[in-house]
């Protein structure tokens, strides 16, 4: 990743492995026609792996750059929809949410909350694979609080931290059963700019999901 703080900037590597926190999500689900609806809350359980990271990027030494985990809970109130075109196998989906997200104590942070918004629109194939391209915006509606947060502002300078940031990139999903299971296979690379307060990233990552 790269970026600047402060009067510094440059680039910083690290690799590690792990799991990070659970996420569940109860939805509930509507349908009319072509046009399917949804709400969801998602809770995030803290359990991945975490600890206060420092980062010296002149010297590029690194001390826990990556955690698995967030260190607090947090909840995602969100509303989803998709259109779905049997005929042409045209298919446009977007939802909107906010993450509310309690204090992290070892920190003594306090993230504000977090608007996000995904769109998608994808090409559905009879042999089940599907191709097109995703985006999404992310803002923070206030300020982040609590001890770490003045710190942190104190520290490089800033007068703010609300964040911002989008991202887009091409998505490739596959379905098909296997011994009866319906399973779903996705690969999405998101290419991140106009961040504000925040580093931008590459990601690249793949799901694979089995209905029992």
Request: glycine fraction near 12%.
């Amino acid at each position: 990743m790269s970026g600047a703080v402060a009067a510094t900037s440059g680039t910083v590597e690290d690799d590690d492995t792990g799991f990070g926190d659970i996420t569940i999500t109860p939805i509930i689900g509507w349908h009319a026609g072509n046009l399917h609806y949804s709400t969801s809350l998602s809770i995030f359980v803290p359990i991945g792996e975490y600890d206060t990271a420092t980062v010296d990027v002149p010297g590029r030494s690194i001390n826990n750059a990556l955690n698995f985990g967030t260190n607090r809970f947090a909840f995602d109130p969100a509303f989803a929809m998709t259109y779905l075109s049997k005929e042409t196998g045209l298919e446009v989906s977007g939802s909107v949410g906010v993450t509310l997200s309690l204090e992290n104590r070892k920190t003594d942070y306090q993230t504000a909350p977090e608007l996000h918004a995904e769109g998608a629109v994808l090409q559905h194939l009879p042999s089940g694979l599907a191709f097109g391209v995703s985006a999404y915006a992310y803002q923070q509606l206030g300020e982040d609080s609590g001890s770490g947060a003045e710190s942190f502002k104190d520290s490089v300078g800033a007068k703010s931290l609300k964040a911002r940031v989008f991202g887009a990139g091409p998505i490739l999903t596959y379905s098909a059963k296997i011994a009866n299971l319906p399973m779903s296979l996705k690969l999405k690379y998101v290419h991140e700019f106009g961040a504000k307060r925040r580093f931008e990233s590459e990601v690249l990552w793949g799901t694979v999901g089995v209905s029992f």
